[in-house]
């Protein structure tokens, strides 16, 4: 891949679907890929400054404070299911989710976390907290998700866990899809709770990210197979297939491309 204007950096090279304004604010001026990520936080954060209590769900509220009293975590542990018939919003915990969701008990949503509309959150989801769920999104049993965005018409229904990653429209996560946020580290960093920046190189040429955990970046309208494992730093661009039980290696893929194996992940990435 020679340097095209770097059009890897390029938000719309793997997304079209933007026009949600929240979707719109985050990606604004965003110099590469992962940018939206390093304001996700703020952003959620901002959404409820003028935002009040709002509605109801049925579920246990628990949190946790530090010794000021200041808001450690707190998160909702769904008890019954239920579609919601208005908004809820706990601007404490700075939890939103829309109407029309389908919140199946078992389910767990930590703080700062955004769900749209008509979204299913079923039995074992695990919503760790600083998500953004789009319209129409599922999120399924035991799949855990994190310091991540879903742009619309997410399905991560089975035994996932997508890390610090952000994922288009339209895209199927097949059953236990895994994408992985954190390289290997040393037993001296593991001993130092040291998390070192990951390396990430394209055409040769070093990419500061200043990132110790990222995920990937995946576009409109791919599919990932059942047990397929994304390494840190995987950008897919629209409509990729991975096929089952393939390991993907860092780096860029072209619009289309089928990755079966190995060899697949080494010819798009000379």
């Not at 706990?90 to 389910?107: Q, V």
Request: with cysteine; proline share 4%.
């Amino acid at each position: 891949m020679n340097d095209q204007n770097n059009n890897w950096k390029a938000l719309g090279n793997y997304f079209r679907e933007t026009q949600n304004p929240f979707i719109t604010d985050l990606f604004h001026q965003a110099i590469f890929p992962w940018s939206p990520l390093e304001k996700l936080v703020d952003h959620i954060t901002s959404l409820f400054e003028n935002l009040e209590n709002k509605g109801d769900i049925p579920a246990k509220k628990t949190v946790l404070r530090h010794q000021n009293q200041s808001l450690l975590e707190g998160a909702y542990f769904v008890n019954e299911t239920s579609i919601l018939a208005e908004d809820f919003i706990d601007s404490e915990l700075r939890i939103l989710i829309k109407k029309g969701t389908f919140l199946e008990a078992g389910a767990t949503i930590k703080n700062h976390t955004v769900i749209e509309e008509k979204c299913e959150i079923r039995q074992g989801a695990y919503l760790r907290g600083f998500c953004y769920i789009g319209q129409n999104c599922v999120v399924g049993h035991t799949s855990e998700i994190k310091h991540s965005v879903f742009i619309r018409h997410v399905e991560a229904g089975h035994f996932a866990y997508i890390g610090n990653s952000i994922i288009g429209s339209f895209v199927n996560l097949g059953a236990g899809t895994k994408i992985s946020n954190l390289q290997f580290r040393n037993f001296d960093d593991k001993k130092r709770i040291h998390f070192p920046e990951i390396p990430f190189n394209i055409q040769g040429k070093k990419i500061d990210t200043g990132l110790a955990k990222f995920g990937a970046v995946i576009g409109d309208g791919c599919e990932t197979g059942c047990n397929s494992v994304l390494s840190p730093f995987v950008f897919l661009e629209p409509e990729c297939w991975i096929m089952p039980n393939v390991n993907v290696l860092k780096g860029v893929y072209p619009k289309g491309c089928m990755i079966k194996n190995l060899q697949d992940c080494k010819k798009y990435n000379k």
